[in-house]
């Protein structure tokens, strides 16, 4: 594909990979998101080892650079299956731009353009239904152009700081009159989480598809759920309850790394309350938890159809740190 002096071409991993593992690592560097332990040699040494690792996992991880008519690398961009998209999601399969770089010196020429719609046409013939992203809030530019290229935002990300240091003046599990909060242990409180959750999930399947069997949901609640062992130490669970005892909501967050090179944070995967009052005592909650666990950030997800949600994590000092963006294809 030859486009004003520029082509896009497939890579080949024996001559390009790591070229393309060396500017991974620069702009995993440039985002701040590199954690170095021991020597920067060591952490190049580990990045690369995760970015093979994830070559083999994906059956479909592929690269295609733009380059000069005399074979100059100006940029490129990264696909891969996200293996199926969300679990709640029943009419996808997902493949998502890990990333897209262009050099300083070519950009502002319209190669990010041409290189975003060969992605879409690649995953297209794939046989993909949408091709999703992320883009950082901060980043006009970049969000500009996925929405001319007609990417549509369908949820955020948002993300609060936290100062481990500090807890705030609900650390103590207890009583919240009328409300108590309490930690689910496991075993004993396996099945009655599984139940609260599994509402949720429903829920949330039938608020984007109204259509899917409860019989389909729960096939595909129960295969999700058999891979999480809610019992292991990077997940926490808090249960409110009323004074007969009865449970009005919870909320369920879990250590996690995300990205390569990454540092540990703590993701918000669920809440549900009866009373919107008691979703700060939950977020407070959590947030605790994860300041006992020296993690310094928060993240969760939100549909851009939860609006109340947004105010409610903004009022405690959440804000939008990037945005998912997707086309059906």
């Not at 891979?227 to 005892?245: A, G, P, T, W, Y």
């Not at 909501?249 to 549900?272: C, F, M, N, P, T």
């Not at 009373?275 to 909650?285: A, G, P, V």
């Not at 928060?298 to 945005?323: A, C, D, E, P």
Request: proline residues 2%.
């Amino acid at each position: 594909m030859l486009m004003n002096n520029f082509r896009i071409r497939k890579w080949d991993p024996k001559t390009d990979l790591e070229y393309f593992i060396q500017q991974e690592f620069i702009a995993i560097q440039e985002m701040g998101f590199l954690r170095i332990t021991s020597s920067e040699d060591d952490a190049f040494q580990k990045h690369k080892a995760d970015i093979q690792s994830l070559l083999k996992q994906k059956e479909k991880f592929f690269v295609f650079f733009i380059e000069t008519s005399d074979d100059n690398r100006c940029g490129y961009i990264w696909l891969a299956d996200r293996g199926g998209g969300e679990p709640w999601d029943f009419d996808t399969n997902t493949c998502w731009i890990y990333d897209i770089r262009v050099k300083p010196e070519y950009q502002r020429k319209g190669l990010g353009k041409m290189l975003l719609e060969k992605a879409i046409q690649w995953a297209r013939a794939e046989g993909f239904s949408k091709i999703g992203l992320h883009v950082f809030s901060s980043n006009s530019k970049a969000y500009n152009l996925y929405c001319k290229v007609g990417f549509n935002v369908s949820h955020c990300y948002h993300q609060k700081f936290i100062q481990t240091e500090k807890f705030s003046n609900n650390e103590q599990e207890g009583d919240f009159s009328p409300f108590t909060i309490r930690s689910a242990t496991f075993p004993k409180d396996k099945e009655v989480v599984r139940e609260l959750i599994k509402d949720n999930f429903t829920k949330i399947v039938l608020e984007r598809n109204n259509n899917i069997a409860i019989k389909n949901i729960n096939e595909r609640y129960n295969c999700y759920m058999d891979k999480i062992d809610l019992s292991k130490e990077k997940h926490q669970i808090f249960i409110v309850e009323n004074q007969e005892e009865e449970i009005k909501g919870y909320v369920w967050g879990y250590r996690s790394k995300g990205d390569i090179g990454e540092k540990e944070y703590l993701w918000l995967q669920d809440i549900a309350v009866e009373n919107e009052s008691l979703e700060t005592l939950l977020i407070q909650k959590i947030e605790n938890w994860a300041i006992k666990q020296n993690l310094d950030t928060i993240r969760t997800g939100v549909r851009t159809s939860k609006q109340k949600f947004w105010f409610k994590l903004s009022s405690l000092g959440f804000h939008v740190s990037n945005y998912f963006m997707e086309i059906n294809l």
